[in-house]
């Protein structure tokens, strides 16, 4: 809590866009509710087929003005967008539907950005030991690791809606992209250790190797977008940190995932412009119905 007398604390907005977190998404909403205000939580659920916009409705009604529940489709790019777009505060604090944040997140994050438009908080990887061992594959612009997830970020408002929000033709790596404009339009985002947020990884192998063969295709996307990007990864220290069996499967996966792209995008690269924000009609968002 900001101490008497100190700066008002900005207003924040956290931003979640969920499918199917049915089992996840109670644990998240009450990491959050507790979190230093002023805040509000704005979930865009995307059109779930289990309980989870059901959940997110109790929560909305018991808190009320705290929580907003819409649905919107699309994909998460679309889902940030939209949420973003309904947010009343002066940041948009993005996190995911498989996520638990630390009591002190959200305050580490308003701290960060009194002096900077953007800031990464660090994310703890929940799950298998094995695959939370696995670093990410980083990259560089500016002399910033612009890799850092949108399960962990805060944007000024006003900064996200100039960049133009997440780039919705993104499969993955949407949060790379976001990254790597900020940067080049001269923001700089600082990394808050004290902001965690814990993250659940894949829980079978399959389900870890698909995801990273989807983050493969991502990178590709963002090569397609912003140009060469291989002289931004640390190539040495990426080769070193394969020093498993699983690291190196996963490599494969992504590596994999990346050539998919490149067979499949040939003839329908994504250009350098990114589209205006996407799903911003209110008449296609559902909002959840007031509460009795």
């Excluded at 992504?254 to 050539?259: E, K, Q, R, T, V």
């Amino acid at each position: 809590m900001a101490s008497s007398g100190g700066p008002t604390p900005s207003f924040v907005s956290i931003v979640i866009t969920v499918r199917n977190e049915a089992p996840y998404l109670a644990d998240l909403l009450d990491s959050l509710v507790p979190q230093e205000p002023p805040a509000e939580i704005v979930l865009v659920d995307a059109l779930s087929r289990d309980p989870t916009f059901a959940i997110a409705q109790r929560y909305a009604a018991k808190f009320p003005d705290r929580i907003r529940a819409v649905q919107h489709s699309g994909s998460r790019g679309i889902g940030r967008n939209v949420g973003a777009a309904l947010a009343r505060g002066e940041f948009v604090a993005f996190i995911d539907g498989d996520c638990v944040a630390d009591s002190r997140w959200l305050s580490r994050l308003r701290e960060a950005v009194r002096s900077s438009d953007v800031a990464a908080g660090r994310t703890v990887a929940l799950g298998r030991p094995a695959f939370a061992r696995l670093e990410r594959v980083e990259l560089y612009e500016g002399g910033s690791d612009v890799t850092h997830p949108s399960c962990n970020l805060i944007y000024r408002r006003s900064l996200f809606l100039k960049l133009g929000g997440f780039d919705p033709r993104f499969i993955t790596a949407e949060d790379i992209d976001l990254n790597l404009r900020a940067v080049s339009s001269g923001a700089r985002i600082p990394r808050v250790p004290e902001a965690i947020v814990y993250h659940r990884m894949r829980p079978t192998l399959v389900r870890f190797l698909y995801q990273a063969f989807w983050n493969g295709y991502g990178r590709k996307q963002l090569t397609e977008k912003h140009g060469s990007l291989w002289g931004n990864y640390r190539i040495r220290r990426l080769l070193e940190g394969q020093r498993t069996v699983l690291a190196w499967a996963r490599l494969v996966a992504a590596l994999a995932g990346y050539c998919s792209r490149v067979v499949s995008g040939a003839g329908h690269r994504l250009t350098a412009a990114t589209p205006p924000m996407a799903g911003l009609d209110p008449a296609e968002t559902a909002a959840a119905p007031d509460a009795g």
